[in-house]
């Protein structure tokens, strides 16, 4: 459809292609603007070289490491924003109260640059003021010695390296609890949840590998243009071969539809793109499972005219729940599965004919899929289509989560986990000599309502932005402030740490890039990329200041002031991280020879028994499943209402905010839209351009954003979609997927009521 339009300050349709020259003036202007021009290049030349750091952007995985530098976008914009030679120093904070930062945007709160003090919150002042390393160790082990160990929630983000998160978690185990929220919970708990009892590990299964030996790609929500531009790289490739990309996306994404790869000079050269998505789905948000079993159910058909559709061998020696699962699917009818998709039935078939066709194929997918209310059963879905042509554990093919941070999948690995196995505890005490605690302990959601009804008193994070990035800041909030102590270990400023609790401290470490040394000289840190591949991971530079410590050291020094009987010898752990790895690999398994494997240019793959045909299931078997329907739990009050997804930007990484421009989507300077079908626009009275307020469109909930201007914009009828984390507000704090605890960010029924006719001036 296409109206004629009112020119809205911001919005400007964007019609290039995603990558190309607008990647590397991006990347000029993010140079710029935060480092110093001298150091730029060596330092983006070090991203994910041997000898070089692990890229803080993503957890898509490198060619072996080897490969000349690969050009990201979004990859060089996380270095450039850590390696920034902006400074918060103790004057700066010294001028502003804390009170007079949270007014501040999340955006220009991380624009102050780097951390440069250890920092205790001085109420009197209502200021962040420099204390000492070891008097602030010594008042946080006071508090927690005196607070019961399962009142305090110990959080981790993923950028935290493997030694940093096992110490992390050691320290909150020899304490007494097994409280680990983590970002995780927040965005493939539904994978590491659901995989295991299709597949028997929480992990993808294909390696870069199978990307050159596939023949069919089915890529369902997720936005790699974006948030994993190094994939683009493998897509640009694959599609060049003539191998099919089929997409399932509400809205259209441009890296998606056309790309021009910046390590191509010819494409640069010629100003040309390739085509990435040979069809583009726009499935309603939540539909994907009445999509999955469209594409399920057309294949039953088709097995039932030719019978050499199904891998029957495969599914016979390999499989159990075959028969439940196509039962269902017969039982599934087209009506409901067109109405709940929004695609229809011959479409679907389509989809089902070219997967037919394939002989090996993968399935890649993201936040689309997992932040449903329905979120395991999403995923295991996934699973199960593969699993009906055999399509696990075999070249070419295979499951493939796209991870978030680029350590998340390390951090599960290495034990930080709320539901640890009594394996592993055993191991703990056996190797450290003290009993850790086996009670389960809170996620993500958990921790948050323990904070919420008083339960929890302290929070203790390894990075992250945990109030902003959690559901329902109107409660999260203010339950932060109601807590005894505060502790953030974290390179730069943002909201969680100036909703200041009764006693908070903030503690600056060491980025990826930074040089970390310690009594026995140099240290490199390891990580696990999506794929299970572990390697070390070195940072050059000169340290933002002389008086940052590395995360390990921070987590040592607050375990020892807070234990004073520990069975841990902390300080040699931190002298020389070989010797935390060493426990490692004598606590979890898959590490053997870890020190031995890091120090091979590429290091190693951890164990993936499926990718042998072997099932780590109680039954040794993969396992099919049953999703009951087609639908989403969610009940929305209303006819009118809609479906809310919330979106990465651009120009951000989560909660930092790095700019204010989404190029691809045609927005620029401004965050505050709502993308809207310009059919739903018509059916509202709505145009591009008005500003409206959305309510949370759930029994019951009282939860608003107000004027948010309405932007129409080519996605699926019956979704809207809105940025995170300002949208966070509209999504409520038990609105989850049951099964995994993940917040069901993709799928918040909302009502819109029209604001003002007027037109915001930026
Ligand atoms: N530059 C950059 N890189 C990042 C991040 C970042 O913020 N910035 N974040 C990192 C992290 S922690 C993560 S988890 C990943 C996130 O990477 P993605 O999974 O790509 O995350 P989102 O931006 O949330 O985008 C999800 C995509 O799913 C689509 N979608 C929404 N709802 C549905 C649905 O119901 N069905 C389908 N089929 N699609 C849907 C949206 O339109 C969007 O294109 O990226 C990581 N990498
Ligand atoms: N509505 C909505 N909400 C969402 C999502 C969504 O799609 N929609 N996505 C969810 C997802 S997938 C995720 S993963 C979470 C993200 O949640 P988090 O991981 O908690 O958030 P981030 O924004 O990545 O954290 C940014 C902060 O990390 C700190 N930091 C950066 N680098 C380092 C470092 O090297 N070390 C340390 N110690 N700190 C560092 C900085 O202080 C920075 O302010 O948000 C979730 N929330
Ligand atoms: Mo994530």
């Known amino acids: 459809m296409t109206t004629k339009r009112r020119s809205v300050p911001g919005i400007r349709h964007y019609d290039g292609p995603a990558g190309g020259w607008g990647a590397l003036k991006a990347t000029a202007i993010a140079v710029r603007t935060q480092m110093d021009t001298f150091e730029a290049p060596a330092t983006l030349l070090r991203t994910n070289q041997p000898d070089g750091f692990d890229c ?116 909150a185990r020899e304490y007494g609890t097994n409280n680990f929220p983590d970002c995780s919970n927040m965005c493939h708990e539904a994978t590491s949840v659901g995989l295991p009892r299709s597949i028997g590990i929480g992990k993808g299964t294909v390696s870069l590998e199978d990307f050159d030996n ?57 100003y040309s793109s390739t085509n990435i998505a040979s069809s583009y789905f726009q499935v309603r948000a939540g539909g994907d499972a009445a999509a999955l079993k469209g594409i399920a159910k057309h294949l039953l058909q088709l097995e039932a005219q030719r019978g050499d559709v199904l891998d029957r061998a495969f599914i016979d020696e390999h499989t159990r729940g075959f028969d439940a699962f196509a039962n269902d699917i017969d ?55 593969l699993l009906m042509r055999g399509n696990i554990g075999k070249p070419g093919a295979g499951i493939c989560p796209l991870r978030g941070h680029s350590n998340v999948q390390g951090n599960r690995t290495v034990g930080i986990t709320e539901k640890p196995g009594a394996p592993f505890l055993k191991s703990l005490k056996e190797v450290f000599g003290f009993t850790p605690p086996s009670r389960h302990g809170h996620d993500a959601v958990q921790a948050t309502r323990a904070m919420i009804d008083g339960s929890a008193r302290a929070l203790i994070c390894l990075g992250g932005n945990f109030a902003v990035a959690m559901p329902d800041h109107k409660r999260g909030f203010p339950a932060m402030r109601n807590l005894d102590l505060g502790v953030h270990i974290a390179t730069k400023l943002n909201r969680t740490h100036l909703l200041v609790s009764k006693e908070t401290f903030i503690f600056p470490c060491l980025g990826r890039t930074e040089l970390d040394v310690q009594s026995t000289g140099k240290q490199s840190i390891t990580v696990e990329d999506s794929m299970s591949m572990v390697h070390a991971s070195s940072g050059k530079l000169k340290p933002a200041s002389p008086q940052l410590r590395s995360e390990p050291a921070i987590v040592a020094g607050m375990a020892r002031a807070t234990l004073p009987g520990t069975r841990v010898d902390w300080l ?68 009118e209402a809609l479906r809310m997804v919330t979106l990465r930007s651009h120009d951000q990484y ?18 505050d839209i709502l993308f809207m079908n310009e059919q739903d626009m018509a059916d509202r009275g709505l145009e591009h351009g008005d500003r409206v307020d959305l309510r949370t469109a759930l029994p019951g909930s009282t939860l608003s954003l107000e004027d948010i201007t309405v932007v129409a914009y080519d996605i699926s009828a ?32 909302v009502n819109i009521t029209l604001r003002s006719k007027e037109i915001r001036q930026l």
């Not at 905010?657 to 965050?671: E, K, M, N, P």
Request: hydrophobic share 35%; net charge negative.
């Open 56 to 171: 803080p952007g993503c957890a898509w995985p490198d060619k072996e490491h080897k490969s000349t530098f690969q050009f990201c976008e979004n990859g060089a914009k996380a270095v450039t924003w850590e390696a920034t030679t902006k400074r918060v120093t103790p004057e700066f904070l010294a001028e502003n109260t804390v009170t007079s930062l949270r007014e501040k945007s999340d955006f220009e709160l991380e624009g102050y640059g780097r951390l440069t003090h250890p920092l205790v919150y001085d109420r009197e002042s209502d200021t962040l003021r420099p204390v000492e390393w070891d008097a602030a160790f010594a008042r946080i082990g006071e508090v927690l010695r005196d607070l019961n160990p399962d009142t305090v929630e110990f959080y981790t983000s993923g950028r935290a390296s493997n030694e940093a998160a096992y110490l992390f978690q050691l320290f």
């Open 214 to 270: 596939t023949e069919l790609v089915i890529s369902i929500g997720h936005n790699p243009g974006t948030n994993h531009p190094r994939m683009m790289g493998t897509l640009h490739e694959l599609s060049r071969r003539g191998v099919p990309i089929i997409v399932f996306n509400p809205l259209k994404e441009r890296a998606l539809e056309r790309f021009t790869d910046p390590q191509s000079v010819v494409e640069m050269a010629t």
């Open 331 to 385: 039982a599934t009818s087209w009506e409901a599965i067109e109405r709940e998709s929004g695609l229809n039935r011959e479409q679907l078939g389509n989809v089902a004919e070219a997967y037919a066709k394939s002989r090996a194929t993968i399935i890649t997918y993201g936040m689309g899929i997992t932040q449903h209310n329905k979120g395991t059963q999403n995923v295991r879905l996934i699973a199960d289509l």
């Open 572 to 639: 040699s752990l931190v002298a020389d991280y070989d010797m935390i790895r060493d426990y490692i690999e004598k606590t979890v398994p898959g590490f053997d020879d870890y020190n031995l494997r890091i120090r091979t240019p590429g290091g190693f793959r951890m164990p993936l028994p499926p990718t042998e045909r072997v099932w780590p299931t109680p039954e040794g078997k993969a396992v099919f499943s049953v999703f009951e329907g087609v639908d989403e739990n969610a009940s929305a009050t209303g006819e």
């Open 654 to 671: 989560n909660t930092t905010i790095y700019a204010l421009d989404d190029r691809y989507r045609g927005v620029f300077g401004r965050r």
């Open 718 to 749: 019956g979704t809207v979609a809105a940025y995170y984390p300002e949208a966070n507000v509209l999504v409520p704090l038990d609105y989850i997927d049951e099964d995994s605890g993940t917040p069901s960010y993709k799928s918040v029924p």
